[in-house]
Structure formats: C-alpha cells, structure tokens
C-alpha cells in the first residue's frame, strides 16, 4: 500500500513589497525578519543547500536550523530568495494564481546527464556501450510498464509480469492487462516522439492505456463528465488528499497543458519536450482500472 500524507501546509509568505511599517509578532514582521536572516551567512549556507534540493516546507521544518532561529523564519528566507530564479509556466489553479517553479541548478545537471548517458534512443553509438545501453533501456522501459501498473492498482508480481511480457501470452486478468496495455502504450509512444502533445493525443494515449480495463469501454479515451465527482482520499481514514478542477474546466486545462509541453521558455533553456531522454507524455494520462476516467 502507498503512505499517501497530506504535507503539512507552509507558513503564509508576506510580499516584500508591504513589509515596510509592520509592527512586531505579526506576519509581516516575521517576514522582515527573515529578509533580515539572509544577511547572515549561516542562514545563507542552509537557503543555499534548501534550493540546491529544493526542499518543501516539511523537508525544512524536519531539519537543524541555524542559531536560534525558528524554521518559520528560515523558511521564509529560503522563499524571499527563491523569486529572483522563479519561471511562470502558463498554467493556473483553480483559482487562476500562476503556477512558478525554480529549475535548480542540480536538477538541471540531471537532466542533461540522463541526456547525455540514456539518450533514450536504441540502436545509437557503437560497439558494446551501444549493446549495454540498448539492454538498459529496453528493461528500463518493461520495468516502467510493471511499475506503473502496479501504481495505479494492478496486483500482479514483477515475476509474472515479466513473464507474461516476455512470453507475450494474452492477459488473464484485468491487472496483466494493464501492465499489457502500458507496455504496447510505451512501445507505441517511442514512435510518436516528434508528435506535439494535445488534447487528442493524451485522449488517444488514455484510451490505449485503459483498454479493456473499465466496465464501460466507453469510459477510455475520454475526459471526466461534471457528473462524475471525483475526491482523491485516503482509505485509513477518508482524509480528502485532493479534489481535481472541475469537469468544466478540463478542456481548456489540457489545452494549457498541451501548449507548455509544446513551448520553450522565452530564453530558450527550458523545454518541457527537448532532450532525448524526454517522458512519454502517456505518465499524464493513466487512470486506475474500474475506476472513473481522472484524465
């Protein structure tokens, strides 16, 4: 079973822009006193090592903090200096606020080494670097087929899974079919590499992944009708862990999606689609069989 938790929430940041006359013990002020922090090197060291990983606020409130500072007001210096590197990326909430991210330098240095040693493209290269990145990737693609089945539910073990991938038997229960539909779903999808997402595409990725997996075969290959409610919840103790958009808004949110996949930053370093080692855009698009369609 998955240990889903819902993050403890992070302390209210305060624009800079109103922290001027702030009285003291209120959340303005404590956002002054962080700007204040940042003169202090030690505070500095841990911002810096906060945005190397990129840590949450339950990474941060977990952790030593420098002198006798509270996480409060270290983690509001770590958010002070994140705007300066911060990306808008297109997309908005169910409220329309932005959604920002920071491409930090380490993840930058990842992705381009997985570029650099994956590549994901078989048959590239010479010789036996060539053939051992070839077996690599080609388990690395059935091990990602199995995991992500098991994800959203199939209870079938790596073994059998292998097996039936290996032998290419027909699928005796709706979990083998899953592991199945995404392992033919990946194949298909390395020949679609230099097709630009959209709606119908993720449509047409949702509805090879779920063949054969609902009740209603009419359920694949489309998006959540507005009477279908949907609540992500914990089964220990039905916590409500997330409640998706509204159906309405689906269209119009995949379009958005669609055209950040699609785009590169104006600055041209950040693009979602460039890289050989670029994800299939089906990751986006898998629903849990019998369940309703999340896409």
């Not at 959604?99 to 010789?127: K, M, P, Q, R």
């Not at 098991?150 to 699928?171: F, I, M, Y």
């Not at 990725?205 to 609540?231: C, K, Q, Y």
């Amino acid at each position: 079973m998955l240990d889903m938790r819902k993050p403890t929430p992070p302390p209210k940041l305060i624009p800079t822009t109103v922290i001027e006359g702030s009285h003291d013990g209120s959340p303005v002020r404590k956002t002054a006193l962080a700007r204040d922090a940042l003169e202090r090197p030690d505070v500095r060291a841990v911002v810096e090592r906060a945005n190397k990983s990129y840590w949450s606020w339950d990474d941060l409130r977990r952790r030593p903090t420098p002198g006798d500072l509270p996480a409060e007001t270290v983690w509001h210096a770590v958010r002070l200096s994140r705007p300066r590197h911060r990306r808008i990326a297109g997309l908005v909430d169910v409220s329309d606020k932005p959604f920002a991210f920071v491409l930090t330098d380490s993840v930058a240095a990842e992705l381009h080494s997985n570029d650099l040693e994956i590549g994901g493209t078989i048959g590239a290269g010479s010789g036996q670097f060539r053939e051992q990145r070839d077996r690599y990737v080609l388990r690395s693609l059935t091990n990602e087929a199995i995991a992500s089945s098991q994800l959203e539910g199939a209870s079938t073990t790596r073994k059998v899974a292998r097996e039936l991938l290996k032998t290419g038997r027909k699928p005796r229960t709706t979990s083998e079919r899953m592991i199945l539909n995404n392992d033919q779903t990946i194949t298909w999808l390395r020949d679609q590499k230099d097709r630009p997402l959209s709606p119908e595409f993720v449509l047409d990725i949702h509805r090879r992944v779920t063949a054969g997996t609902f009740e209603d075969d009419g359920d694949s290959g489309r998006l959540r009708r507005p009477d279908e409610n949907v609540l992500v919840v914990d089964a220990r103790d039905n916590e409500v862990m997330h409640v998706p958009p509204p159906a309405e808004q689906l269209p119009t949110r995949l379009e958005r999606m669609c055209d950040f996949a699609n785009a590169a930053d104006s600055d041209g370093e950040f693009r979602p689609r460039g890289g050989a080692s670029r994800r299939p855009p089906g990751r986006r698009a898998r629903t849990r069989a019998g369940s309703e369609p999340r896409a």
